[in-house]
Each structure stands twice: as structure tokens, then as C-alpha cells.
């Protein structure tokens, strides 16, 4: 089994910042593509910032010069530090990961449970 854990969401002023913290856990044999998602209230779910094994980053164009994604393979772990927030970036940030499994040997996609971020104007 895979699990993806997130943490580090809550409230925040407009202009404040956060960080959002992913760990990969259980039988992994390797990691490609991880990334954030958010999905706000009546509207679909977004990518906000990806990263490759290699470090390769996109951002969606909202968030670009203000989050920044980062990961460290060796731990298994991905990280969205975001600063400058505004009200527009209010909702469900969800860790995305695409994995093989130790003994599967095929690309997966699995998702976080989702973590809230609010920012109040």
C-alpha cells in the first residue's frame, strides 16, 4: 500500500504565507511526478505547481512568483511554500504523486486526503 499524508494548512491573513508538507509512505520502488492540486468551492480541481524526479518545476500561471514547489527524494517527500497569499488562493490543497510500487512495476496515481487553506482578507 501507498499512503500520501499532507500537512501544514490552516488560516492566514491576505499577504501572509504558508507551507504545505507531503510524505509518500509504504512499499515505493520509485517516485516520478509529484505536485499540489487545490480545488476551491463549485469549481474543478487545479494543479497548482508539479516537480519531476529531477527537479524540473510548472506553476500554474496564478501562483507563479509566489509558491514555490520543492522535494526531497531521498525522503519521499514533497513541500509547497507559499507566500503572498490572497483570498483567491482559499481551498483544498491535495498532494499528488505518480508511483511504482515495489513489486506492482506500474506508474499509479495516488492523491492525499487534502489539507484546508483559508486566507482572509
Known amino acids: 500500500q501507498v499512503q500520501l499524508v499532507e500537512s501544514g494548512g490552516g488560516l492566514v491573513q491576505a499577504g501572509g504565507s504558508l507551507r504545505l508538507s507531503c510524505a509518500a509512505s509504504g512499499s515505493i520502488f520509485s517516485i516520478n511526478t509529484m505536485g499540489w492540486y487545490r480545488q476551491a468551492p463549485g469549481k474543478q480541481r487545479e494543479l497548482v505547481a508539479g516537480?519531476?524526479?529531477?527537479?524540473?518545476?510548472n506553476y500554474a500561471d496564478s501562483v507563479k512568483g509566489r509558491f514555490t514547489i520543492s522535494r526531497d527524494n531521498a525522503k519521499n517527500t514533497v513541500s509547497l511554500q507559499m507566500d503572498s497569499l490572497k483570498p483567491e488562493d482559499t481551498a483544498v490543497y491535495y498532494c499528488?504523486?505518480?508511483?511504482?510500487?515495489?513489486?506492482?512495476?506500474?506508474?499509479?496515481?495516488?492523491w492525499g486526503q487534502g489539507t484546508q487553506v483559508t486566507v482572509s482578507s
Open positions: 499528488n504523486a505518480a508511483i511504482v510500487r515495489t513489486g506492482v512495476y506500474s506508474l499509479k496515481n495516488y
Open positions: 516537480i519531476t524526479s529531477g527537479g524540473s518545476t
